[in-house]
């Protein structure tokens, strides 16, 4: 048998190592034909079992990323996404069959189809380390695992920890899949294959769901166990969104993760799955990401201090994240009180993400306050984060460019202000680009990386690789008003205004904008980025697109109701959430949705239009992570084709007849 993707050799104890190093490729993926040739090879070994069977990664720090997901979108139709599901399950019962025990040793990530293979083997052991490296994410992609991840995980680890794993998609620390019994031992680099014959040779007795949890996976329990889960998934996902983790509760509820029954229905309910427009815009978001890691070329400039001048939420927010990623930060303000506040918010940040005594001591220490501004003359990279003002940050400008090394770059946190009114009066003014973060920093994923049309590729280049290595996703755009994700949602927020001044409930505005997939409403998201804020960007956009300021919103502000900051807004706000009147029985308009979400599309398509990003699916992608449009549908110029651009067209029109010409449609539908 000719092997491209595994390796095999058998020692003289009789072990049988099988190394998985997918050719021409970074990383291991479980393609069809990685799995073909896995077929074959189990069926050997089953004939001519050895003494025992090592399966480990000839990748470095990697194990097994999961299936290959470019295959998934060359399935259309369930009954051929069962056929091969099934031909994957079958595997895995071969690899659990094998006459001889197997060990999976897991040297790095090791999610989806390939903690399935993992699980198939009979033991595992994982090399040591504080990354999150296991898991079963096929929920972010519409799914749920279909290898026989869901009765294995629940006979290996119970119902309370195996579930949880499936239902959230988020991986977990060697540390913990070792407390749940996800694997058997944590190893090394240099004992990784003692512990692996150690194993092979002691051959204890496998893993197991801990006694409590086979009682919960009775009949009986079951039923009780499932109104908690469903109570779980209910407050993070609705089910005509996101199906996949109801239904893997519904798999358990009726099969109890059983060998016998549960695989078949796993594989049944995958198919389904597979093949909803659900699981088609998820895997289409999933590649998105990698396009907008693709943007810019490699670069050999090198950004090592990063130093941030103004340290107000964003500012001070910007500069604690860029610790925590490795960076050294010296954040500047007018006095040492302005800075206290961004350092005190840093160490809870640092204290929630880093659990290492001496790694949190550390990354603290990367963060020095600098009043003096001291940190310009070393910095790589100068991130400008102070007020929206003109004269303010120019004259900034003129005082760091003064102290810059060479070759350092300078940029702008701006929100709102074209960079070529910005950039005036700088020396270099092509190395001049926008970083434009959102808030809250540590939790909005979207950098929109901006340029004029003569910005220096190098600059960007920087910019891009920057982006990336504080693990964000960069969008470039085009400098102009609003740039994309506050273009965007302003007549989204401006519309939500609208129909508050018709009567209708806030809570309700806010419900509708829910049910189409957001986040959040429209009302609750401008109290959370404050009240003031909105207002200035709406100023902004008012005056380039003749937009007039919502006169509640001024009131509101002019009383100081900046939102969830001042503890009231539109809402009052306590500890930390939107306290929302019951709407009893107000009337809804009929029209609600579509006057909420249409003129985001027509935006959408004004932004493409207008070339402030190039590439549509870009722009889908950083209206996705950068508003949190509802990802199950692919993003808004996606959700117009699959709703049809003459029907969306034609709505808009119908809108605009109804409520004003602010939903004329743009002139761009024609050209899509």
């Known amino acids: 048998m000719t092997l491209i993707h595994w390796k095999t050799e058998t020692d003289d104890q009789g072990l049988l190592w099988l190394c998985l190093d997918r050719a021409e490729a970074s990383a291991n993926t479980l393609s069809t034909e990685v799995l073909s040739e896995l077929n074959e090879l189990v069926s050997e070994l089953a004939e001519n079992p050895p003494k025992g069977v090592v399966l480990w990664s000839g990748k470095n720090n990697s ?43 897991i040297n790095g990530v090791c999610m989806g189809g390939g903690l399935e293979l993992a699980m198939a083997c009979d033991y595992r052991i994982v090399y040591a380390g504080s990354k999150k490296i296991l898991g079963l994410p096929e929920v972010k992609l519409g799914l749920h695992p279909g290898f026989g991840g869901t009765v294995r995980a629940v006979q290996i680890c119970g119902v309370r920890e195996g579930m949880p794993l499936m239902l959230t998609g988020n991986p977990v620390r060697p540390s913990k899949a070792k407390a749940t019994g ?114 810019g070329n490699k670069t050999d400039a090198r950004v090592e201090h990063v130093h941030v001048v103004g340290a107000g939420v964003m500012g001070g927010d910007i500069a604690a994240w860029c610790a925590l990623r490795g960076h050294t930060v010296t954040l500047q303000d007018r006095e040492q009180k302005y800075i206290d506040p961004a350092l005190a918010r840093a160490e809870k940040l640092f204290s929630k993400r880093v659990r290492d005594d001496a790694r949190r001591s550390s990354t603290a220490a990367r963060l020095v306050a600098d009043v003096a501004g001291d940190g310009v003359a070393r910095a790589d990279l100068v991130i400008e984060a102070i007020y929206e003002n003109l004269e303010a940050k120019q004259e900034l400008y003129k005082a760091l460019q003064a102290k810059m090394k060479p070759g350092a770059l300078l940029a702008t946190n701006t929100s709102s202000i074209r960079l070529e009114e910005l950039r005036t009066v700088l020396d270099e003014p092509q190395r001049f680009i926008g970083l434009h973060f959102f808030n809250p920093v540590a939790m909005l994923p979207l950098v929109e990386v901006i340029r004029c049309e003569d910005t220096e590729q190098d600059a960007l280049d920087i910019g891009f690789a920057f982006t990336k290595g504080i693990g964000k996703f960069p969008l470039e ?46 009302v609750e998201l401008a109290d959370s980025v404050g009240l003031d804020v909105a207002m200035h ?57 579509d006057r909420l979400i249409l003129p985001m599309l027509n935006e959408a398509v004004a932004c493409l239009s207008e070339n402030v990003v190039s590439d549509r699916d870009l722009l889908d992608a950083g209206v996705i992570f950068g508003t949190g449009f509802a990802p199950f549908r692919g993003g808004p110029l996606n959700y117009a084709s699959d709703r049809g651009t003459t029907s969306v067209v034609m709505r808009l029109n119908e809108l605009a007849k109804a409520h004003g010409a602010r939903f004329e449609p743009h002139n761009g539908w024609s050209d899509l």
């Open 63 to 105: 194990f097994v990323m999961g299936a290959d997901i470019n295959e998934f979108t060359k399935i259309d139709s369930p009954e051929r996404a069962l056929e091969l599901v099934r031909l994957g399950q079958e595997l895995m019962n071969k690899v659990e069959r094998l006459p001889c025990p197997t060990v999976a040793v």
């Open 537 to 593: 960007v709406s100023k902004v956009l008012g005056a380039s697109m003749d937009r007039p300021v919502p006169e509640a919103l001024k009131a509101k502000v002019d009383a100081g109701l900046l939102g969830r900051k001042s503890g009231e807004g539109y809402y009052r706000w306590e500890n930390g959430k939107a306290v929302k009147p019951d709407a009893g029985s107000a009337s809804v308009p009929a029209d609600i949705e």
């Open 182 to 295: 996800l694997v058997d031992k944590i190893t090394d680099a240099d004992s990784w294959r003692d512990d692996a014959r150690k194993i092979l040779r002691q051959a204890p007795p496998k893993q197991r769901a801990p006694f409590v949890d086979r009682l919960l996976n009775t009949a009986l329990a079951r039923p009780l166990v499932r109104k908690m889960l469903l109570k779980q998934v209910q407050g993070k996902a609705r089910k005509d969104h996101y199906p996949a983790p109801y239904a893997m509760i519904d798999i358990w509820t009726a099969e109890g993760a059983s060998s016998a029954t549960g695989y078949e229905a796993e594989a049944r309910s995958f198919a389904e799955l597979l093949c909803t427009s659900t699981s088609r815009n998820l895997v289409r978001v999933f590649f998105l990401q990698s396009k907008l890691k693709s943007q």
């Open 477 to 522: 755009c085009a400098s102009s008003p609003g740039f994309v994700v506050n273009r965007i949602l302003a007549p989204y927020m401006g519309e939500a205004m609208h129909l508050a001044e018709e009567g209708v409930p806030l809570a309700e505005i806010d419900k509708a904008a829910e049910a189409f997939g957001m986040p959040m409403g429209p």
